[in-house]
């Protein structure tokens, strides 16, 4: 009989197991580098460089900016597009894709296992000779064997933490093609109409200068008129009617385009209504750059890829360590026939992972996915900055461009008046062709643009919109795998 002395110490053991495991664990922990995270250096001035004394909104929602454009054209169109349109198909689907790389990357840190089951039916027959028969056998077995990994370090949590933020990360990106797409559908509306304005123009010359023509020969049927005014009074019409034909191939290919841009390519062009006019937009609201960063999905976006990207550091760190895992294993077997029974088994096993050999490679994977920290850090500044600058030189461009539609629009009133003198005064003998076909001329000039200057004013507003983050909502919501037609998120 053994002594007492002899028999194992059941505290001793679990204190050396302990002491293993901590010593397991502290060595890598103590050979670790140490993990920097990269600080992005954000310099912005308090307030944008645009005119102080320049007009404001306020209440303007920035999320349905399309109706304080008072267009119920561009709100069907807009909608139509973020139901239809390819491109937030697109992004619609690739939103999914990150879903799904979500669910994947969470799986991978939950318990694994799988669930075997086997059948089996033997026997033996007698081929020659005497003796017996065996009986058949029935065996049947199921096996259950999980595992799982101890998050002792927080490894998997910081991998769900990761996913988490990736897949937010996308839903900015979504949102950043929903607002560039309804602007983009704004812009395409708003260049068709001036299109249909330089057509109307183009019309207007064309009578203008085939009654002129006609006039001419009249004049040179009479002999009141040299033929020389009635070549060049011909030659400005034929000029005028090939101008319109040009710019009514230009509006039927705008059409298309904007059929396509909001998803219906199968619609007749004839089938959306293009008016030849030009309102004005409303003044935009007064902005800082701290509500411009907050409304820019870019810049959102690029926010958490430098989270993303200190996450993957600190998971390759996090690889240097030990890993702990447990091991179960459940089974049973049974068996038919005369020597019918069953037999259960169970084991439950706890293992240590430890990178030794490995340990260079998992360095150097430290110091890339470090690297990447820190370029993403530099990226996320430069969202910032182009933001800033984006916002502020659109808001400068459309203060400019508004200043200037108005001394435009100055220029064709009194060209259009010089037009008419001059008009009455041929008519009475008192101005010769030239000086009429001159004043004509510039006040068809004039004409042009002014309308090229209100729509450098509308495509303007809806850039400096686009500029300040406009078309979506801020809120700490996800898209659905529709999207609204509303301006806010699923």
């Not at 050396?16 to 310099?43: D, M, T, V, Y």
């Not at 990761?162 to 897949?167: G, T």
């Not at 309804?182 to 708003?190: E, G, R, S």
């Amino acid at each position: 009989m053994r002594s007492s002395s002899h028999r194992r110490d059941p505290t001793r053991a679990v204190a050396i197991r302990s002491l293993a495991i901590g010593l397991a664990a502290a060595f890598p922990a103590a050979c670790a580098p140490a993990l920097h995270a990269p600080q992005p250096q954000l310099a912005l001035p308090s307030t944008l460089e645009t005119d102080e004394n320049a007009p404001t909104r306020d209440g303007f929602d920035l999320v349905r900016w399309w109706d304080a454009f008072g267009d119920p054209q561009l709100a069907q169109l807009a909608g139509t597009a973020l139901e239809r349109s390819t491109t937030i198909r697109i992004a619609l689907a690739r939103l999914e894709q990150a879903r799904a790389t979500r669910a994947l990357s969470r799986a991978g840190t939950l318990p694994s296992g799988s669930l075997t089951g086997a059948a089996t039916e033997s026997g033996s027959e007698r081929a020659w000779g005497r003796g017996l028969t065996a009986p058949d056998n029935d065996s049947y077995a199921a096996n259950f064997a999980p595992s799982w990994e101890l998050d002792l370090f927080g490894r998997l949590s910081a991998i769900r933490q990761r996913a988490d933020i990736d897949r937010a990360a996308a839903s900015y990106d979504f949102y950043g093609v929903r607002l560039a797409l309804i602007a983009d559908v704004a812009t395409a509306l708003y260049q068709a109409r001036a299109t249909s304005i330089d057509l109307e123009i183009a019309c207007s010359a064309r009578d203008l200068t085939a009654a002129l023509a006609r006039n001419a020969d009249v004049a040179v049927a009479r002999g009141l008129s040299s033929g020389q005014d009635q070549a060049r009074l011909h030659a400005d019409a034929a000029s005028s009617a090939a101008e319109v034909l040009r710019l009514e191939g230009e509006l039927h290919a705008a059409r298309r385009s904007l059929l396509i841009l909001v998803g219906t390519p199968d619609a007749r062009t004839d089938s959306i209504v293009i008016e030849p006019r030009l309102l004005m937009p409303p003044d935009l609201p007064a902005v800082t750059p701290g509500i411009v960063l907050t409304r820019r999905p870019d810049v959102l976006s690029a926010e958490l890829a430098v989270r993303s990207a200190v996450l993957g550091a600190k998971i390759d760190r996090l690889a240097l360590f030990p890993r702990f895992g447990i091991q179960g294993g459940a089974g049973l077997t049974a068996t038919g026939g005369p020597a019918a029974g069953a037999t259960g088994l169970w084991s439950l096993a706890a293992n240590l992972t430890l990178p030794v050999l490995d340990r260079p490679r998992l360095m150097a994977q430290f110091r890339l996915s470090e690297a990447r920290g820190s370029e993403a850090a530099v990226r996320y500044e430069k969202a910032v900055q182009t933001a800033y600058g984006e916002a502020e030189n659109a808001l400068v461009r459309l203060r400019a461009g508004r200043t200037r539609s108005t001394q435009l629009e100055t220029a064709e009133e009194q060209a259009h008046r010089a037009y008419d003198i001059a008009a009455r005064s041929y008519r009475s003998g008192l101005t010769d062709l030239t000086t009429l076909l001159q004043t004509q001329r510039t006040w068809l000039q004039a004409r042009s643009s002014a309308n090229q200057g209100r729509l450098a004013v509308l495509t303007g507003a809806v850039a400096a919109i686009r500029a300040l983050g406009g078309g979506w909502s801020a809120e700490p919501q996800q898209p659905s795998s529709t999207p609204k037609s509303d301006g806010t998120q699923p």
